[in-house]
């Protein structure tokens, strides 16, 4: 069992979840004090948010088929309207 930081977890979470994929364990600490334990599931499940998606991840909406608003008012005009509401 390894022991991590959070900012080791951040910055390099691509490789420690490949670890833990291969049946690592980590013990994530914050300022040298233990606060989590990262292990592998028992057993992959699947399409639940604990596992692999049941199926490959598609895109909802194309971006060109959001209609455009044009309007006459200039984009800093707009911007200051609203802040001033703060």
């Known amino acids: 069992m390894q ?3 959070t900012r080791v977890m951040r910055n390099e979470n691509h490789k420690v979840l490949r670890e ?3 049946g690592e364990t980590f ?3 914050r300022n040298g004090v233990p606060v989590a334990r990262l292990t592998p599931l028992a057993e992959p499940q699947s399409g639940d948010g ?3 998606p ?3 991840a598609t895109r909802a909406h194309v971006l060109g088929a959001i209609p455009r608003h ?3 008012l200039a984009s ?3 911007l200051t309207e609203l802040r001033a509401d703060r």
Do not use: K, N, Q, Y
Request: charged share 25%; glycine share 4%; no cysteine.
């Open 3 to 5: 022991t991590i930081s």
């Open 20 to 22: 833990v994929e291969a």
């Open 27 to 29: 013990v994530v600490t």
């Open 50 to 52: 604990m596992g692999r």
């Open 54 to 56: 049941s199926r490959p």
């Open 70 to 72: 044009f309007s006459d």
């Open 76 to 78: 800093e005009s707009v």
